[in-house]
């Protein structure tokens, strides 16, 4: 091969290696520096193809998605002298990727940083309360404020915290049986002063409502016997008034009534004849 022809196939090859090392790719997930001679230049999110001088520019690759920081469980004491052993985590992201190379250089930086950072916000909010806060009442709270402090903090060196969550929060092994008596005992005291006031408030109810009911029979008593009193009033009002129109007739019927009630097949009645039961049942 001719010396004229290698030269074209040479400035080739070295064209490409030149357009190899002036072109790099960011993907969706991750975001860069580009640096030159060891100073910043520009820092790259979009994803997609970008340029570089040769040689002279570097790229640093930072993950754009979320991040976990997992610590390894620990101990710490509560406003009422209780241990508590605590596992938590926490989701971050790098947010500003010159600060965060400045800072921390790397996730593993980053990391060690979240360390100091995380368990001392929550080992100094949790000491602030007692134990029962912690484990049961308060805890998405003091959580939330732990992560606004974690946040702040975290800031300067370009992460942000997302969320910091307590995964467990138990009792040293040594010490939880006692605690636990303690807790049963103290729970005991509760449930048995509920079932106290309860039985006064049940007790205090049925007295009204005996009292209450009394009041009722009392008062429908007292109309019954009224409408039964204004009843026979205006009975004997109408017999009066038809015993005055025919005294005869009037006799009549209530005899009949009297017969009717006193005499039936079984019944055996030994009266003089002359008597006035009969006076209706003689017929001449």
């Known amino acids: ?12 090859v070295i064209a490409l290696i030149v ?12 975001q860069v520096i580009l640096t030159q001679l060891g100073q910043y230049v520009r820092t790259v999110s979009q994803p997609g193809l970008h340029f570089k001088v040769p040689v ?7 993950e754009a998605r979320v991040l976990e920081y997992d610590s390894a469980a620990d101990q710490i004491l509560t406003s009422d002298k209780k241990k508590l052993v605590i596992d938590n985590y926490a989701r971050w992201r790098i947010s500003e990727p010159l600060k965060f190379y400045q ?15 995380i368990f001392s916000e929550i080992r100094e909010e949790l000491a602030r309360h007692t134990l029962s806060e912690v484990i049961s009442v308060n805890r998405d709270k003091l959580m939330n404020l ?23 929060a138990d009792l040293p092994v040594e010490v939880a049986p006692s605690v636990y008596a303690r807790m049963k005992a103290e729970r005991g ?3 048995k002063r509920y079932r106290a006031e309860g039985g006064e408030e049940a007790d205090k109810i049925k007295a009204e409502t005996d009292m209450e009911k009394t009041i009722i029979l009392a008062e429908a008593y ?4 009224k409408m039964k009193g204004e009843g026979d009033a205006e009975a004997i009002k ?9 005294l005869d007739f009037y006799a009549f019927i209530k005899t009949l009534e009297t017969y009717e009630k006193a005499l039936n097949k079984d019944t055996t009645v030994v009266l003089p004849a002359d008597s006035e039961f009969f006076k209706y049942l003689n017929t001449k």
């Open 222 to 225: 007292k109309m019954a016997e």
């Open 19 to 30: 357009i190899a090392l002036s072109v790099f790719t960011v993907d969706e997930t991750e």
């Open 1 to 12: 091969m001719r010396p004229k022809a290698i030269v074209p196939i040479i400035a080739v």
């Open 189 to 191: 005291m509760i449930a």
């Open 146 to 168: 732990v992560t606004d402090q974690c946040r702040q903090k975290a800031d300067e060196f370009g992460i942000e915290i997302i969320d910091v969550r307590v995964k467990r």
């Open 56 to 62: 002279l520019q570097n790229i640093i690759k930072f």
């Open 103 to 117: 800072t921390v250089r790397s996730e593993s930086g980053a990391l060690a940083r979240l360390d100091d950072i």
């Open 238 to 246: 109408i017999y009066a008034e038809a015993f005055e129109q025919d």
